[in-house]
Antibody, heavy 122, light 106 residues
Framework: EVQLVQSGAEVKKPGESLKISCKGS????????IGWVRQMPGKGPEWMGI????????RYSPSFPGQVTFSVDRSISTAYLQWSSLKASDTAIYYC???????????????WGQGTMVTVSS | DIQMTQSPSTLSAYVGDRVTITCRAS??????LAWYQQKPGKAPDLLIY???SLESGVPSRFSGSGSGTEFTLTITSLQPDDFAIFYC????????FGQGTKVEIK
């Protein structure tokens, strides 16, 4: 079964750092782009960007300039989303998702992780 | 940034109804559009890509149409499992989602 499994919920204080994970299985992890999507409480999804596990090439959304960093560990088929200094406004559910297998940089997401709830509160 | 605007925001319908949701792009996106269904507490599920291509495993009562700046998602004969929030997503230039359309039971 093709799936993405994300790490568990996190509760952090403003200013703290955080790294959440997304482990792929059931497919060739290095040949599909992985995207990250933010969904704030009661709002629609927001596309944060994508990373190609094959060579770690990234495309960040202009709406999230310098706020987050994507990375991968190919040896364990896992993608990461990290923050160096969290803010209360980072409180949201974060999804990883597999981009469809096409030649385009940007495309739809066909497989989604279950989401990781991140709460930032003092 | 390409902005995506969905209408209506909320839609009340009966089981068996034909339902249409509209998504408008702030500039032409050709057919670079997807539709998703999201149920409470779950991740979005891909229904339609390239404006009108049905994702594998999605029931044929779902269909998409449009190109350029105006797109529609149609559900023929609404089923109890279809009540959810639906989002469009453009992927012509980076990617942005619409604000969602909630389909409620009437």
């Amino acid at each position: 079964e093709v799936q993405l499994v994300q790490s568990g919920a996190e509760v952090k204080k403003p200013g703290e750092s955080l790294k959440i994970s997304c482990k792929g299985s059931g497919y060739s992890f290095t040949t599909y782009w992985i995207g990250w999507v933010r969904q704030m409480p009661g709002k629609g999804p927001e596309w944060m960007g994508i990373i190609y596990p094959g060579d770690s090439e990234t495309r960040y959304s202009p709406s999230f300039p310098g706020q987050v960093t994507f990375s991968v560990d190919r040896s364990i088929s896992t993608a990461y989303l990290q923050w160096s200094s969290l803010k209360a406004s980072d409180t949201a559910i974060y999804y990883c998702a597999r981009r469809r297998y096409t030649i385009n940089w940007f495309d739809a997401f066909d497989i989604w992780g279950q989401g990781t709830m991140v709460t930032v509160s003092s | 940034d390409i902005q995506m605007t969905q209408s209506p925001s909320t839609l009340s319908a009966y089981v068996g109804d034909r339902v249409t949701i509209t998504c408008r792009a702030s500039q032409s996106i050709s057919t670079r559009l997807a539709w998703y269904q999201q149920k409470p507490g779950k991740a979005p599920d891909l229904l339609i890509y390239e404006a009108s291509s049905l994702e594998s495993g999605v029931p044929s009562r779902f269909s998409g149409s449009g190109s350029g700046t105006e797109f529609t998602l149609t559900i023929t004969s609404l089923q109890p499992d279809d009540f959810a929030i639906f989002y469009c997503q453009q992927y012509k230039s980076f990617s942005t989602f619409g604000q969602g359309t909630k389909v409620e039971i009437k």
